[in-house]
């Protein structure tokens, strides 16, 4: 059977893990873009609607039609028809929670559906790794990698790109707060250091290899502990507002941990249970509530497999 | 049942495993010391005899009489009699595969058992870490955690120390050789950088993410290409004679990877079978026997348990 049009479900991520900085990201359930992509007899890339945000409708510049791009420039035979775009999108472009990996991951996912899978997932990645080229200037994968794959991942290598597929602590939910701050990308970049201590990496690193270890033993508090990051953090959590209080109190909460979602501004927390993340979601509120800046807030289950298709025919 | 005097072997380790740097480690099988530790009347901690090594007599200079001091000195209250130890080393001090670390475990291992084990072998490990204290000058656990819990440990955190302990690649064999040259502890320790830079740290605990999840899964390709270092073994190993020609052809005949044990001058390697391991020794034998440096090569399979009693009486 032949398809000529799939809608899907695109679902936004939480990068940057705690200690898993540039290699750790996970996959929400319940918060993402929509995206329609439908076979037309003109070949070549068409975006023909986007709503929800502001981004370019030149393929060439939006990461969508970038990642569509770099996955049939690496197909031995173009196929004999192009591809039309609708890109609904629900997640907010410098939240810090995916919102260009979204849109790559959808694109390539339902481009490879309508042309009968001539990839599987994990090759799917590098394709719209390059989307986030578009968008990032360079072809990271935390993000698409969770995006396409769901549930938690681990980038083994950027380059070339080996994404190894974690097991999730059961019914973890995540709390994501993102507060509607522009926070400039190469001030987020500029204020890592590009040093560090080496005692701090090795703390850094044990965390690393324990948070891995509680997801396969399905370990809770083990997790918990091991979310903490000594090295990025403290510096970017200058450019949130409240971000000590909200993972203090989050955590007090009843919150596992939190921590930077991407590079921001978005903060994430994870929860056992939707009534502790329901809980820790009022708690950031709260505190947003007495601020002036306007805010989304979010709770979701952590996504097992990604990229969704809601119909297709 | 009361005993008196138990005997047992006290097992060699290999620490700092490749990315690992001061939070991995594993425990050898068939290369490790023995020792006797018997109940006195007297009491106190007497050292009877040491063979294979020159070590200090006087139990508060010898990490096996340390160790057990400080178990005594947590305990609510001192038993009523004494230990006596006699040790018999074949692990090399300064050999970089946990020689002071076998004694310091096999002594608390020992005494607890013969004052009816109040503790477990997890609440040894901070008894045995004090024991290091006396040999390295600070309570370093990467030796002594595997030498106790046998198999593959995960320093979580040094202070306090937590330890975790990891499944391993099943059938493992290790090849090691210990090449009779002195590494002043100085040297080695101030050839480290202090700071890293941030994409090599991001590199080394990717790689530290991928071997936890290699030894959960019991996938040696992918330990094997998680077993780098990027960080600490291009430094330390111009200690190393030969270090990059042993490591390399050792690949080449088959092994899955490997590197510098503890500080050295040791160097590791790791192979699926007894067959490769073995082949693996002759190829480092060849490269060692152009040089006229003596050296001990063992071949051995991983301990899974730790510390074991040979008897109890």
Redesign the interface.
């Known amino acids: 059977m032949k398809f000529t049009e799939i809608k899907l479900f695109a679902p936004a991520t939480i990068a940057n893990i705690a ?6 990201g996970c996959c929400l359930e319940s918060v993402g873009d929509t995206m329609v992509i439908r076979k037309t007899d003109d070949k070549g890339i068409r975006i023909k609607a986007i709503t929800g945000g502001s981004l370019p409708f030149e393929p060439e510049k939006n990461v969508a039609g970038v990642a569509i791009m770099a996955m049939l420039s690496d197909l031995k035979r173009e196929p004999d028809f192009g591809f039309e775009l609708e890109i609904n999108k629900k997640i907010k472009p410098g939240s810090g929670i995916g919102s260009s990996a979204a849109s790559a991951a959808g694109a390539v996912f339902g481009a490879n559906e309508l042309m009968g899978r001539p990839y599987n997932r994990h090759e799917l990645v590098k394709f719209a790794a390059e989307g986030e080229r578009a968008a990032c200037g360079s072809p990271i994968a935390d993000n698409v990698a969770p995006a396409l794959l769901g549930g938690f991942t ?5 380059d070339p790109i080996k994404i ?1 597929e ?1 097991p999730s602590i059961s019914g973890l939910y995540a709390t994501v707060i993102h507060p509607q701050i522009e926070i400039k990308t190469s001030l987020s970049r500029d204020i ?7 005692k701090d ?2 703390k ?10 509680a997801l ?1 033993e399905n370990d809770s508090a ?1 997790f918990a ?2 979310l903490q990051d000594h ?1 990025v953090e403290p510096h970017r959590s200058k450019l949130i507002p409240r971000f000590d209080e909200v993972k203090k109190k989050a955590i007090e909460a009843g919150a596992l941990g939190g921590g930077i979602s991407g590079s921001g501004p978005s903060i994430f927390t994870f929860s056992k249970t939707l009534q502790i993340a329901e809980k820790v979601a009022n708690t950031i509120e709260k505190i947003y509530d007495e601020t002036t800046i306007p805010f989304h807030l979010y709770v979701s289950r952590i996504n097992e497999t990604g990229v969704k298709i809601l119909s297709i025919k």
């Open positions: 200690c898993g900085f540039d290699v750790m681990l980038v083994q290598s950027a190894l974690l890592l250091p590009q040093q560090v201590a080496l990496a090795v850094q690193w044990a965390n690393v290899g324990a948070l891995v270890h396969h083990l502990e091991s090295i």
